[in-house]
Each structure stands twice: as structure tokens, then as C-alpha cells.
């Protein structure tokens, strides 16, 4: 089921595991957001978010909103989190720090999501988010295993 106004999801890269594709696929807000995840051509994944008219913080700078940005960010950890921790099963976020560097003004903005800590209880993923080359947002993510 697709949102109103929702693009719908992209096609996926062969390297997303079934248990990604179906977290996606079963996240309508993943469907408004308009996520698109993509593997490089060293394997890394890359997670990225076009500005539209609907992700407005801002409309006299067209801006970012700032829940856009912050659910980008969780959606981007939490399939991390299934990638680099072989997880069964969806990962659920006990607490966020999302913290808001300068303005993310309309365009394509990427997230770089790296695990800070694995431990036998939490998970804790750090995700920057950039517009170019500009660094407009971090946010840090602790998951229950």
C-alpha cells in the first residue's frame, strides 16, 4: 500500500537481504519518504532522499523538515543495524539523539551510517547526513538485540 502522494519504492539492489527489503516494503512511511537504497561499486550501500514539495521544513528557504530528516535517519540505522548485525527479525530503537547542524536546503541528502558499539544487549549506530558535501545532521540510535 502506498501513502498518497508516495513515489513508490525503488527497485532494490541484489546485495539488500529479504529481511531489508521487507522492512521497507512494510514501512508506509518509507513509501512517503521516498528513500532510495543503492550499492556501490566497493559494496558499501548508499542511502539517499530527494527533496519534494512534501519534505518542506521551511517554504521561504525550502528546507528540509526537521522529522524528515530525523526519520531518514532511523529508517537508514535500523537497516544498518540488520545488515552488520545478521539480526532476524526488524530491530526495535529504544532511544535517538538526532542533533541538527545547519540547514538541509533542498536537494539529494545521503546518509553514512556506521555501528558505534555492539554489544550483547544494544546496538548503538551513529548516521551523519549530508547534502552535498555539507554536513547538515547526525543522529545516534541504540537498538535492543
Do not use: W
Amino acid at each position: 500500500m502506498t501513502a498518497p502522494g508516495a513515489e513508490p519504492l525503488p527497485a532494490y539492489c541484489a546485495g539488500l537481504s529479504e529481511l531489508q527489503k521487507q522492512v521497507l516494503d512494510d514501512t508506509p512511511y518509507v513509501h512517503f519518504l521516498g528513500l532510495k537504497v543503492s550499492r556501490e561499486d566497493d559494496g558499501t550501500t548508499c542511502y539517499q532522499l530527494c527533496f519534494r514539495e512534501e519534505h518542506i521544513g521551511n517554504p521561504l528557504l525550502r528546507t528540509f523538515h526537521g522529522g524528515i530528516l530525523a526519520s531518514f535517519g532511523e529508517v537508514v540505522a535500523s537497516l544498518h543495524v540488520l545488515e552488520e548485525a545478521g539480526m532476524q527479525q526488524q530491530p526495535l530503537c529504544t532511544s535517538l539523539t538526532f542533533d541538527y547542524l545547519r540547514p538541509a536546503f533542498s536537494g539529494t541528502i545521503r546518509a553514512v551510517p556506521r555501528v558505534v558499539r555492539s554489544g550483547r544487549r544494544f546496538i548503538v549506530v551513529s548516521v551523519d547526513i549530508f547534502l552535498d558535501k555539507s554536513h547538515v545532521s547526525t543522529g545516534r540510535f541504540i537498538y535492543a538485540r
